[in-house]
């Protein structure tokens, strides 16, 4: 079967840098998406990947290894309007997006 | 003002009662699609479409319905044989080839009375 794997909740503290860790197992693999979603609201995009490496957008940065089926997103300079859920979503073979359950990230002053 | 409306925002079904999810973009996106989102599980996907009075189901679709008869509209009908509706369900559009994001709405939570 298919699987995303994400913590279900971290805590980090405003200021500081917070990574949020992916792993996939997929039949096949297109890309890999990172969404920022607040509570009640629509899922965001925030990063693409499909080549190994890091790509910087700001103070969020993303990482994809598809060799270890791994990626992480991370945040900089940790902000309160950062409290959210980051959904990981996979496409996979036939171009659909398989998600993780999301991590919830609690910012604490 | 583009982008993705879903309306309503709540929504409250009886039981045996058919309900349907409204979903309109004006963002000239070909593919649309609908995931149901439930606590502590990953989007699912109900049904997408790539074009114009076609559809194909996802992997949730029993109990649910779609039509695609105008490329800005794509309304999902939750019918009765769906017996556990409860859940936030989202509308979302792509545009382009694979690499592109899909973009969402801000749902449409439907509860049961």
């Known amino acids: 079967g298919q699987n995303i794997d994400q913590p279900t909740e971290m805590t980090a503290t405003e200021g500081a840098i917070v990574q949020i860790n992916c792993t996939y197992q997929?039949?096949?693999?297109?890309?890999l998406f990172w969404y920022q979603q607040h509570a009640g609201e629509a899922p965001t995009f925030l990063s693409y990947?499909?080549l190994d490496g890091l790509e910087e957008k700001g103070r969020f940065s993303s990482f994809l290894s598809r060799s270890k089926g791994y990626s992480y997103l991370l945040l900089k300079e940790l902000q309160m309007k950062d409290s959210a859920s980051y959904l990981c979503?996979?496409?996979?073979?036939?171009?659909?997006?398989?998600w993780g359950a999301g991590t919830k990230l609690i910012i604490k002053p | 003002d583009g982008g993705i409306t879903q309306s309503p925002k709540y929504l409250f079904r009886k039981e045996g009662q058919n309900v349907t999810l409204s979903c309109e973009q004006n963002?000239?996106?070909?593919?649309m699609y609908w995931y149901r989102q439930d606590p502590g599980q990953g989007l699912r996907l109900i049904y997408y479409?790539?074009?114009?009075?076609?559809?194909q189901k996802g992997d949730i679709a029993e109990g649910y319905s779609v039509s695609r008869e105008k490329k800005e509209s794509f309304p999902l009908t939750v019918t009765s044989a769906q017996k556990n509706p409860t859940a936030f369900y989202l509308c979302?559009?792509?545009?382009?080839?694979?690499?592109?994001?899909?973009?969402f709405g801000d749902g449409t939570r439907l509860s049961i009375l």
């Open positions: 997929t039949s096949g693999f297109n890309g």
């Open positions: 479409s790539q074009i114009v009075n076609d559809f």
């Open positions: 979302a559009t792509q545009y382009g080839g694979e690499s592109q994001p899909q973009h």
């Open positions: 990947n499909v």
């Open positions: 979503a996979v496409k996979d073979s036939n171009y659909q997006l398989i």
């Open positions: 963002l000239n996106h070909d593919a």
